[in-house]
T-cell receptor, first 116, second 112 residues
Framework: KAGVTQTPRYLIKTRGQQVTLSCSPISGHRSVSWYQQTPGQGLQFLFEYFSETQRNKGNFPGRFSGRQFSNSRSEMNVSTLELGDSALYLC???????????????FGPGTRLTVL | AQSVSQHNHHVILSEAASLELGCNYSYGGTVNLFWYVQYPGQHLQLLLKYFSGDPLVKGIKGFEAEFIKSKFSFNLRKPSVQWSDTAEYFCAVKVYGQNFVFGPGTRLSVLP
């Protein structure tokens, strides 16, 4: 099976702009979670999507949003970018996500976002 | 809310030394536990996981971890590290109905 893919791999934006990141999960996986990874902060949970519905949300401002399509592909959007949004954004897929006790998450390579 | 702590921010070892990375979590109920590794320039990969049964879990590349419920711990071990083990290691916890919670990570540097 192909792994989790994320596009683009690198992005450079300026403050105030908006950005859309894309994630394609492993075939058959219905849950997609997004994380922000920064040095010293580890992985901070952004949100989880399952069957096109946002099921859980982390502690991030409303500028961070996402959606999931019927084929389980997911997009994440960040509006009005700030310097502090510079990070590696990781997507992870799993078969069932939060409601499953036996799930394992598989990660994509991430999108490195730099905000100037 | 549950939390995960990892004892060391950065560990430096020489090749052939033994490794133990600490992980503690705060949730008192039933948990699933994971260790992930992120090699330089690569994406996060699953090293091993514990769901139930034998508390000593073996993973890939000679790693193992021991779940000690009374100590809320899931420490990662390897008897003899190699230069290629240089990476960042993340402990993660999953509780039913909730999302994964990751620790802050431990950076391991192995000197040749």
């Amino acid at each position: 099976k192909a792994g989790v893919t994320q596009t683009p791999r690198y992005l450079i934006k300026t403050r105030g702009q908006q950005v859309t990141l894309s994630c394609s999960p492993i075939s058959g996986h219905r849950s997609v979670s997004w994380y922000q990874q920064t040095p010293g902060q580890g992985l901070q949970f952004l949100f989880e999507y399952f069957s096109e519905t946002q099921r859980n949300k982390g502690n991030f401002p409303g500028r961070f949003s996402g959606r999931q399509f019927s084929n389980s592909r997911s997009e994440m959007n960040v509006s009005t970018l700030e310097l502090g949004d510079s990070a590696l954004y990781l997507c992870a897929s799993s078969p069932e996500g939060a409601v499953s006790f036996g799930d394992t998450q598989y990660f994509g390579p991430g999108t490195r976002l730099t905000v100037l | 809310a549950q939390s995960v702590s990892q004892h060391n921010h950065h560990v430096i070892l020489s090749e052939a030394a033994s490794l133990e990375l600490g992980c503690n979590y705060s949730y008192g109920g039933t948990v699933n536990l994971f260790w992930y590794v992120q090699y330089p320039g690569q994406h996060l990969q699953l090293l091993l996981k514990y769901f139930s049964g034998d508390p000593l879990v073996k993973g890939i590349k000679g790693f193992e971890a021991e779940f000690i419920k009374s100590k809320f711990s899931f420490n990662l071990r390897k008897p003899s590290v190699q230069w290629s083990d240089t990476a960042e290691y993340f402990c993660a916890v999953k509780v039913y109905g909730q999302n994964f919670v990751f620790g802050p990570g431990t950076r391991l540097s192995v000197l040749p």
